[in-house]
């Protein structure tokens, strides 16, 4: 079956902890997406990649960091910068950045 | 403000009636997206349109490109469509798309 994962599903962290959202997909989508969505809010864009070894910052990038060294992969990593990183985080991928986008199951994330 | 503006916040209904909700924003678009998301969190894409009307079984989404606006509608509703649907817009001037803040819609038995 064809899509997109998202690994582990709720975390909990330390404050001042680095940690790694792990995002896959097998749809040979070349774009890919991570948003962070908190209660009342729209999503909000973190990181993109249109293409592997290649990415770009999001509205909400500081605190964050990203690699694409693969077309199905995409990992997250939150770091001890990001001053509020409690929130529940989706990875979504897309043919281009013109096509519908496929969510993931997203990650709840809680930093204590 | 928001550049996506969707309306009603909050929507209650009982089983079999038809709903409607409605997405307004103000630039010119590529195409116009609806989304849903379940109370797990998941987010599944419903409709990605730039003209006109799509159907899906018992969703029916709308465009009026020179109004700025579009609507959901959900015909013979039922308690499993209870869920967040989110108005969303992608341009051809940027990579990413601009998200509204989702209608809560719940429908009772």
């Known amino acids: 079956d064809g899509g997109i994962t998202q690994s582990p599903k709720y975390l909990f962290r330390k404050e001042g902890q680095n940690v790694t959202l792990s995002c896959e997909q097998n749809?040979?989508?070349?774009?890919m997406y991570w948003y962070r969505q908190d209660p009342g809010q729209g999503l909000r864009l973190i990181y993109y990649?249109?293409?592997?070894?290649?990415?770009q910052k999001g509205d909400i990038a500081e605190g964050y960091s990203v690699s694409r060294e693969k077309k199905e992969s995409f990992p997250l990593t939150v770091t001890s910068a990001q001053k509020n990183p409690t929130a529940f985080y989706l990875c979504?991928?897309?043919?281009?950045?013109?096509?519908?986008?496929?969510f993931g199951p997203g990650t709840r994330l809680t930093v204590t | 403000k928001n550049e996506v503006e969707q309306s009603p916040q909050n929507l209650t209904a009982q089983e079999g009636e038809f709903i409607t909700i409605n997405c307004s924003y103000s630039?010119?678009?590529?195409?116009l997206h609806w989304l849903q998301q379940h109370p797990g969190g998941g987010i599944v894409s419903l409709f990605m349109l730039s003209s006109g009307k799509k159907k899906h079984g018992r969703l029916i989404a709308t465009i009026n490109i020179q109004e700025k606006h579009s609507s959901l509608h959900i015909t013979a509703s039922h308690p499993r469509d209870s869920a967040v649907y989110i108005c969303a817009y992608g341009s051809y001037n940027t990579d990413k798309l601009i998200f509204g803040t989702g209608t809560r819609l719940q429908v009772f038995p």
């Open positions: 630039v010119g678009i590529s195409a």
């Open positions: 990649s249109q293409i592997v070894n290649d990415f």
């Open positions: 749809l040979n989508h070349d774009a």
């Open positions: 979504a991928s897309s043919m281009d950045n013109l096509y519908e986008q496929y």
